[in-house]
T-cell receptor
């Protein structure tokens, strides 16, 4: 079982709609969770991190964490074409390593 | 201003010819990481340093070595590159184990001919 799992997509969302990206993790001891955006050929850039159950909002982005279900999500409101990228979910495991999922490719359709 | 700098941006080497990738940081961060990312795959952790303490992932091939001569610099040495080692190599830093944010460099895209 992979430590961090994501649906690889592609996920297509109309411009202006809400994009919903999901991630599950296997290690119940995971401490913190991260969403990175990665454009093709570029390095990952941090969008948000979350470590408490519930929602965390930052502008158009909302991260949601449910530790009981071992589930993390990222919502992008008012999606823009510039949001088209691969979104990587990562979990900081008990041994301090940051482990990434394979990413979900998101396409915003104008 | 770039805070984690990787050189070169693109590197081409020949099968079996040793190659070194470099990373430098201006952040004075304690922790440095090397990740390997192949096309459409997750970044895979190869090594990390906490100051000079070196941590090698169990599944990192012996062909890969790393050096951190000081806080600012870290090197990835591939002793005998194979075709399967072609990938993006990402360097990242973190201020300390209690600090969450990872700062990535722009990566080095390695091609093996």
């Amino acid at each position: 079982q992979k430590e961090v799992e994501q649906n690889s997509g592609p996920l297509s969302v109309p411009e202006g709609a809400i994009a919903s990206l999901n991630c599950t993790y296997s290690d119940r001891g995971s401490q913190s969770f991260f969403w990175y955006r990665q454009y093709s050929g570029k390095s990952p850039e941090l969008i948000m991190f979350i470590y408490s159950n519930g929602d965390k909002e930052d502008g158009r982005f909302t991260a949601q964490l449910n530790k009981a279900s071992q589930y993390v999500s990222l919502l992008i409101r008012d999606s823009q074409p510039s949001d088209s990228a691969t979104y990587l979910c990562a979990a900081r495991l008990q041994n301090e390593k940051l482990t990434f999922g394979t990413g979900t490719r998101l396409t915003i359709i104008p | 201003d770039a805070m984690v700098i990787q050189n070169p941006r693109y590197q081409v080497t020949q099968f079996g010819k040793p190659v070194t990738l470099s990373c430098s940081q201006t952040l004075n961060h304690n922790v440095m990481y090397w990740y390997q990312q192949k096309s459409s795959q997750a970044p895979k952790l190869l090594f990390h340093y906490y100051d000079k303490d070196f941590n090698n992932e169990a599944d990192t091939p012996d062909n890969f070595q790393s050096r951190r001569p000081n806080t600012s610099f870290c090197f990835l040495d591939i002793r005998s590159p194979g075709l399967g080692d072609a990938a993006m190599y990402l360097c990242a830093t973190r201020r300390g184990l209690a600090n969450e944010k990872l700062f990535f460099g722009s990566g080095t895209q390695l091609s093996v001919l």
